[in-house]
Nanobody, 121 residues
């Protein structure tokens, strides 16, 4: 079983910064893609940013230039540095990982429990 544990969510003023972390634990062969998604009240969950095992990144247009995703493969951890935060960034942020478990021929999708980010105006 693979577990993802997020941390770093908080209440912050507009213009401020936060760094989210997500650590994967358990027994698995390797972690391929990792990413961050968010869900605001009354809205669908949306992609924020993703990163491949090789470091290629992809961002939602709304966060380009403000957020940076990175990962430390030695620690099975993905980060999201969020700068110039806006009230519209308020949401529960979820970590996602595509994991190849031992003995499997395909990747399985795992989610963290979510961490709340609230940006006040």
């Amino acid at each position: 079983q693979v577990q993802l544990v997020e941390s770093g969510g908080a209440l912050v003023q507009a213009g401020g910064s936060l760094r989210l972390s997500c650590a994967a634990s358990g027994i698995f062969f390797r972690i391929n893609g990792m990413g961050w998604y968010r869900q605001a009240p009354g809205k669908q969950r949306e992609l924020v940013a993703t990163i491949t095992s090789g470091g290629s990144t992809n961002y939602a247009d709304s966060v380009k230039g403000r957020f940076t995703i990175s990962r430390d493969n030695s620690k099975n951890t993905v980060y999201l540095q969020m700068n110039s935060l806006e009230p519209e960034d308020t949401a529960v942020y979820y970590c996602n990982a595509l994991v190849r478990t031992i003995g499997s021929n395909y990747d399985r999708n795992y989610w963290g429990q979510g961490t709340q980010v609230t940006v006040s105006s």
